[in-house]
Nanobody
Framework: QLQLMESGGGLVQPGGSLRLSCAASGSTLDHYNIAWFRQTPGKEREGVSCISSSGLNRNYADSVKGRFSISRDTAKNTVDLRMTSLKPEDTSVYYC??????????????????????WGQGIQVTVSS
């Protein structure tokens, strides 16, 4: 059974950088689209970024374009989210999630119809001086 675990969160000053990692166990990530979401108490969950199973498509929320970068490492069975130029409004709990989609050339950061079936437990990112 696929299990996901996020790591790399923490406290960072505005303008700083963090790299989140999503590690999978129980299955390879090769045939999954993988997405990062974030949720702050009192706000709706927001899709941040995704990468298709083929690695050919990456999408980002407008709020993070140019600052965040998603990548996958098939050898390590992980997906990373590199976050730079962090802002206080990036403070949130970040979750990785997967959608079964072999050989996909497209991914979406919309969680419509419950497409993302497996989720990590989430990790806190706090951007503050």
């Amino acid at each position: 059974q696929l299990q996901l675990m996020e790591s790399g969160g923490g406290l960072v000053q505005p303008g700083g950088s963090l790299r989140l990692s999503c590690a999978a166990s129980g299955s390879t990530l090769d045939h999954y689209n993988i997405a990062w979401f974030r949720q702050t108490p009192g706000k709706e969950r927001e899709g941040v970024s995704c990468i298709s199973s083929s690695g050919l498509n990456r999408n980002y929320a407008d709020s993070v374009k140019g600052r965040f970068s998603i990548s996958r490492d098939t050898a390590k069975n992980t997906v990373d989210l590199r976050m730079t130029s962090l802002k206080p409004e990036d403070t949130s709990v970040y979750y990785c999630a997967v959608e079964w989609s072999p050989y996909a050339t497209f991914c979406t950061i919309l969680h419509d119809n419950g497409r993302y079936k497996s989720w990590g437990q989430g990790i806190q990112v706090t951007v503050s001086s």
